[in-house]
């Protein structure tokens, strides 16, 4: 006899102080009727252990008898990563229900609780026609739908918070159109979970759409994938929630367009680099119009950090941008600054640039100059007075989510910049950020904060190191190789500069690998000289300073 496992929707009890425990994945080959239960905890060694209670049996039973209200215990260990394993064969003639299972360790405070909804292969299936022949009649569909529905595993953490008779409509319409298999209930369970969460974002009642982000229904596999590795459980978050509440969405590919919509509008007011927008835009440009064909670093930057009330002004933005070559941000509203973010260990870089006296001399002037003030520009950082040339450049950037903090309040101006601190900013600025590299230098270890940063910049030609197998991690940037970096990610991008004939009285200094990228910044009026002609290649720049050489690269457009 086939038998089904439906459903293993989980109610994690474990207390905030527990160990941490990722709730456990089941999976059921009805025809071998093995069961699979794994999972992770924190701790490797460690004993694991499985009860799973026959139907309406509680917990409290357990203790003292005999082992009549069990149908399944065993223990495990944990591998060296923590993982545990579980493989069950379920008896011929287990009866059918709801089955509460509990996993447990000495490191929990409490067991993990689980529930599995268990029948027959013949009973499952016959269920499922039973309500795939009522979604021809609203009240019969919901009518079976209440009385099955547990049965079949078609519940969920939000099944007693959403409308049950809105909630059974959608489901009515959903499979009035696709259909429900009489074998796959892992495909009518995406089904299900999908229109819960239709109805909690109708409702208002999202909130943890992360744990739903695997199981709903969805085509463009890409959009899930652009919420959880840019948007989920950052500051783009509650932008993408309240993108989706309250919209009414009556079905599945409506929904799909409005996740869309919400993935583009959260990443342009939190990007977390320039080439995250890049990536999302182009995902959707086929629908949307976006004129990504022709953009430029420019003109995702003049829509990053600003709100939108809806993609079509957004993508209007863009497109106004792409056709101006790279001004404007259209009528959204601007991002302030002030949040902690980017790597940790050394801290990501930042700063702003411009037309500044100091020891340091001049290094760069902003090609837009207009001074803002910076509560003008929303600015939370404390200690930018010294510096209101960069207030501007400081301010997308850091709504680009390009550069950050060493606090929420403290920005740190006039710290001098290291070479990993600006490969950090050169690739987020870019978007040459990218999870697959290789690491062949000593002194960048693995793990880092810099690494991928640092490797990326290294795979797209953007710099070298320095020495034999070194990338100089630590070393103060030079001003001649912030220039090389910048040059050469220009390129990297498509882009070109006109050459440009070095004038500086110190033009000798400057090292035969830097003079064609130092000519030709200096040409493009993205960076300038110390004063009394002299550049001192040597030199070295404040994360402000570092940061307008940025903002002017990618308005040079």
Request: hydrophobic fraction near 35%.
């Amino acid at each position: 006899m086939k038998k089904i496992i439906i459903s293993a929707a989980a109610a994690a009890v474990l207390l905030s102080n527990a160990a941490y425990a990722v709730e456990p994945e089941i999976e059921f080959d009805y025809n071998s009727g093995k069961l699979t239960i794994q999972g992770t905890t924190e701790k490797p060694n460690e004993t694991i252990t499985l009860n799973i209670l026959k139907p309406g049996v509680d917990i409290e039973q357990l203790y003292g008898e005999n082992g009549e209200s069990i149908l399944h215990n065993d223990y495990t260990v944990t591998d060296g990563s923590g993982r545990y394993v579980f493989n069950i064969s379920i008896p011929e003639g287990t009866e059918k229900g709801q089955y509460i299972g509990y996993i447990g360790a000495s490191s929990f405070d409490s067991p993990e609780e689980f529930t599995l909804a268990y029948m027959s292969g013949e009973e499952y299936s016959e269920a499922i026609e039973r309500l795939s022949a009522a979604a021809g009649d609203a009240d019969e569909f919901k009518k079976v739908l209440s009385e099955i529905g547990s049965e079949i595993g078609f519940t969920n953490s939000l099944t007693d918070s959403v409308d049950a008779d809105e909630t059974a409509e959608l489901l009515r319409n959903a499979v009035s159109e696709l259909g429900l298999s009489t074998t796959d209930s892992g495909e009518n369970k995406r089904i299900y979970d999908t229109v819960t969460v239709i109805q909690a974002f109708n409702e208002n009642k999202m909130t943890d759409f992360a744990d739903y982000a695997d199981s709903i229904l969805i085509d463009n596999e890409n959009t899930i994938g652009f919420y959880k590795d840019i948007i989920s459980g950052g500051s783009g978050e509650q932008v993408f929630i309240n993108a989706m509440s309250g919209k009414n969405i009556s079905g599945i590919d409506e929904f799909e367009t409005a996740l869309e919509d919400a993935v583009m509008i959260s990443v342009a007011r939190y990007p977390d680099g320039i080439g995250n927008i890049e990536k999302v835009l182009k995902e959707y440009k086929d629908r949307t119009g976006a004129k990504t064909e022709s953009a430029k670093n420019a003109n995702y930057s003049a829509v990053a950090g600003r709100t939108y009330s809806s993609v079509d002004a957004l993508i209007e933005a863009f497109n106004d941008s792409v056709e101006s070559n790279g001004s404007g941000g259209g009528s959204g509203s601007g991002g302030g600054g002030g949040s902690t973010g980017g790597g940790g260990g050394g801290g990501s870089t930042g700063g702003g640039g411009g037309s500044v006296s100091s020891s340091h001399g001049n290094i760069a002037s902003p090609i837009n100059p207009s001074n803002p003030t910076a509560a003008e520009l929303g600015i939370k950082f404390e200690d930018l007075n010294s510096v209101p040339w960069a207030y501007e450049a400081i301010s997308k950037l850091f709504s680009a989510g390009v550069i950050s903090g060493r606090s929420e309040t403290i920005f740190a101006p006039n710290d001098f910049v290291t070479r990993e601190e600006f490969a950090k900013l050169v690739v987020t600025a870019f978007g040459f950020n990218d999870d697959n590299f290789t690491n062949n230098y000593i002194d960048v270890p693995a793990g880092a904060w810099y690494e991928q940063y640092v490797c990326s910049a290294t795979e797209h030609g953007i710099c070298n190191g320095v020495g034999d197998s070194g990338f100089g991690v630590g070393a103060n940037i030079t001003r001649q190789d912030m220039c090389v970096m910048i040059y050469n990610a220009i390129k990297a991008n498509g882009d070109s500069l006109a050459s440009g004939e070095i004038t500086f009285s110190d033009a000798a200094d400057i090292a035969g690998y830097a003079a064609e990228a130092v000519g030709a910044l200096a040409n493009a009026g993205i960076v300038n000289g110390v004063g009394d002609n002299m550049f001192d290649p040597n030199g070295t720049a404040t994360r402000a300073q570092a940061a307008v050489i940025i903002n002017n690269a990618l308005e040079m457009r």
